[in-house]
């Protein structure tokens, strides 16, 4: 592949990973940065945004745990066109905010579909249905959801693709959508194989150009228990290649 990923080094986990080394990659340093783990204050966001205007231009980010999925809101920011945003992931992150004036991990989809003039509608992919049925009705219209059960059910997703995504798209990929195992997150995790969601991904992109691509899901150690840590950063690890071969095969081949 000719644009090289890029990698955000929040909690060290990628430097115990190698998926990466093979291509070539944008190292970003991000353990420095307090006031970013789940949450990210205003501070955080300005030093998150200085440094990530600084790397190359790159349409592959590979932004640590969970607890920093909202990276994608920045990430977004550059998107000046309008697009569908498809969300892999076992949770909506379409909460509340604690507090208005942070970006969370938890609400970061809801607060993007409020602030960018751009988004026009999401495809969530991958969550429970109980989780997809508490989303506040203000926003549903926008929202076209497929829990984990109907992704394990269909096998029409070219038609799908065809019928409810009208724009380009950009892909947010969570690994907790993932089945444990095959992959390690610090969150509970739904029971996708990375067969499947090849699959999905190959029929979504087949007829939609992508404007962009990321990955989280990865797994912080444990109080200090490394051996589990080190078990689960080798599965994602690769996990990781998988999805990078994944990507590098059927998007930008």
Known sequence: MGEPIT???????????????????IWIDLTDVSGV??????????VLRKRLRQRPHSRIHF???????????LLLEYIREPFS?????HHTDMQPP???????????????????????????????KRQLEAIDPVYRKRITAYSR???????????????????????????DV?????????WDQGGLTLKQLNEVYGK???????????????????????????????????ANEKILDMIEEKTFS
């Open 63 to 73: 932004i640590d745990s969970g607890n920093y999925h909202y990276v994608t809101y």
């Open 149 to 175: 059960q109907t992704v394990e059910e269909s096998s029409e997703w070219e038609e799908f693709a065809e019928q409810h995504i009208h724009y380009p798209v950009y892909i947010s990929i969570d690994k």
């Open 85 to 89: 945003l498809v969300l892999f992931d």
């Open 7 to 25: 990698v955000l080094n929040f909690d060290h986990v990628y430097e115990e990973q190698d998926f990466y080394r093979k291509e070539k990659y």
């Open 204 to 238: 979504i992109c087949r007829n939609h150009r992508v404007l962009g691509i990321d990955v989280c899901g990865e797994s912080a150690d444990y109080l200090g228990m490394l051996e589990r840590f080190e078990a689960d950063n080798s599965k994602n690890n690769q």
């Open 98 to 128: 604690l507090f208005e004036e942070l970006l969370s991990c938890g609400c970061w989809v809801r607060r993007t579909l409020e602030e960018h003039k751009y988004l026009r509608e999401v495809i969530m992919i991958g969550m429970e």
């Open 37 to 46: 783990n789940g949450y990210c204050d205003s501070h955080a966001m300005a």
């Open 178 to 186: 993932i089945d444990t195992g095959e992959a390690a997150t610090n």
